[in-house]
């Protein structure tokens, strides 16, 4: 079935979904969850695997093309890679890739690319041991890079992005280390600059270090070079100039990428999210378990879009954060 595409009120056509599969996690990284965790949802709270594939269906009924999986970190998930394969038959959808910290990699590499998985992006925020441990608070980077390298073997896997959260006073020692990363392995590494939705609620303006330092620092010792640009993609991509490897920046907060937004973001406990800052989410949980037809859900959805911010105010002086950290909304 097709359905009308789904546009906002500033005349953006939604294409990409995020879906949260569970609160939980297994890392407590510095720049989004406290260390001692968060109060996690109930397990009737969250979605059910039936309730997200109607949801995704309807979605893709409505012109959203891509889907990625994240949470909390979506490996916990019991069955995880059972609900990708359900996802990835969903009709309309062009692409499910998954968000992981790869802790579980080595484990469900191999399930998650039979389901049909497209793209995945692991989380990496140091190449030393003892660095790596103070940013996530668990002793895991041999885990995690042991995780890498068994998904780098299936062919199907590739092109395999690394995320790196970018924060002053940390990331710099890890620049050129992830640079020489980039040249040497088949991965992507991608600089995230550190966005106000942190457990601690400690975020400052000037622990953002911007893509424009980073990318600076890397052309002065291997020349970049911009590569074509995707007007809907968050990254602005660079090639080494002689050829080896890619890298890339996102910068939400320095360069901000509003205005090309498609994207909408569903919780694990079904809460419809226009922006990462919103401040008002719609209960799509609510609306389902009372009963609703898929078409009551559709006007719901289509009235919550319609609305989508028309950019975030990070960046201007009464700027609230939103009670949800990255976690609890999913990154
Ligand atoms: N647990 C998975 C992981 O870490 O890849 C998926 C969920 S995580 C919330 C998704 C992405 O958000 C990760 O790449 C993480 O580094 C990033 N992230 C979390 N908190 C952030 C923040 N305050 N600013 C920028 N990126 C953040
Ligand atoms: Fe967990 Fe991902 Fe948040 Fe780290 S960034 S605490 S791995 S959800």
């Known amino acids: 079935m097709v359905r009308d595409p789904l546009h906002d009120g500033h005349g953006r056509r939604i294409s990409d979904l995020r879906v949260s599969v569970t609160d939980r996690c297994n890392f407590r990284c510095q720049y989004c969850m406290p260390a001692e965790g968060l109060p996690w949802l109930e397990r009737a709270e969250v979605l059910s695997f039936e309730e997200i594939e109607r949801l995704v269906t309807l979605l893709a009924q409505m012109g959203v093309e891509e889907l990625r999986l994240t949470g909390g970190e979506p490996l916990v998930r ?171 920046f996102i910068n939400p907060v320095s360069e901000p990428f509003c205005g090309d937004c498609n994207r909408i973001r569903l919780t694990a406990d079904g809460r419809l999210r226009t922006c990462l800052f919103s401040l008002h989410e719609t209960d799509l949980r609510a609306v389902m378990r009372a ?14 879009v319609w609305a989508k911010e028309l950019k975030h105010h990070v960046n201007d002086p009464g700027f609230v954060q939103p009670k949800r950290t990255m976690s609890a909304i999913g990154g």
């Open 78 to 248: 019991r069955d995880f890679p059972a609900l990708a394969a359900r996802l990835k038959r969903v009709p309309g959808l062009r692409e499910v890739s998954v968000t992981t910290n790869g802790f579980l990699l080595e484990r469900d590499a191999e399930a998650l690319v039979a389901a049909g998985v497209d793209r995945f992006n692991v989380s990496v925020d140091s190449l030393q041991r003892d660095r790596f441990y103070e940013q996530t608070r668990r002793d895991a980077l041999e885990r995690v890079l042991a995780g890498l390298e068994h998904l780098a073997t299936f062919p199907e896997a590739h092109p395999i992005k690394i995320n790196a959260v970018a924060i002053r006073g940390f990331t710099e020692d890890e620049v050129l280390p992830f640079a020489r990363f980039a040249r040497e392995h088949p991965y992507e590494v991608r600089f995230i600059e550190y966005m106000p939705l942190d457990g601690d609620r400690s975020w400052k303006a000037d622990q953002v270090l911007t893509g424009a330092e980073i990318r600076a620092a890397i052309h002065a010792v291997y020349p970049l070079e911009p590569a074509a640009r995707d007007p809907h993609a968050t990254a602005r991509v660079h090639r080494f100039a002689d050829g080896q490897g890619r890298i890339g």
């Open 291 to 304: 009963g609703a037809t898929d078409d009551e859900l559709e006007r719901t959805i289509r009235s919550a």
